[in-house]
């Protein structure tokens, strides 16, 4: 396996751990939260996918689906269009209100577009600094493994949130 295959791998099975968490629930299960400032499945789930569609279009270089696609107005968020979810207060998580069938569409074209990007990279193009905001600089790997532990680590939250709300029903 090489560096490509080893993140698309990655990248994978987070778009599996998406799929499980969100196929069958509802609008009003997708929303439920644990507690009034807890995080929702749908927030979860449409954060990561911002944040996989914000940083890898920064470090490839090209537009977010976010804006590109039309996903900003289909969901009708009372956010500003860079929003990703970083920094919300426990109202804005819920006004995140979304059916499945939208997060999921949303999901599956920033990985399609993910895919796309990483097929071609290679162990040398890991080495490109994508941000020179940090000390030390990004390289393209290091925001790729970020973009990897955030969307695992939201994912697996969201499915934990799904049993509760299994649970209660």
Do not use: C
């Amino acid at each position: 396996m090489n560096s490509a295959g080893l993140l698309l791998d990655a990248f994978g099975r987070i778009r599996e751990a998406v799929h499980a968490a969100v196929e069958g629930l509802d609008e009003e299960e997708l929303a439920a939260r644990t507690d009034p400032d807890a995080n929702s499945i749908a927030w979860l789930v449409w954060h990561l996918t911002r944040i996989q569609d914000d940083h890898l279009a920064g470090a490839f270089g090209t537009e977010q689906l976010w804006r590109s696609d039309g996903w900003r107005d289909r969901f009708g968020l009372p956010f500003p269009p860079g929003a990703t979810g970083y920094g919300h207060t426990s109202a804005q998580v819920g006004a995140v209100r979304a059916g499945a069938a939208l997060l999921l569409g949303h999901h599956d074209a920033v990985h399609d577009r993910t895919a796309s990007l990483l097929a071609p990279v290679t162990d040398a193009d890991l080495d490109r600094v994508v941000d020179t905001a940090w000390d030390p600089p990004v390289t393209l790997g290091v925001r790729l493994v970020s973009v990897i532990a955030d969307g695992l680590q939201h994912a697996g939250q969201a499915g934990y949130v799904r049993g509760l709300v299994e649970r209660r029903g």
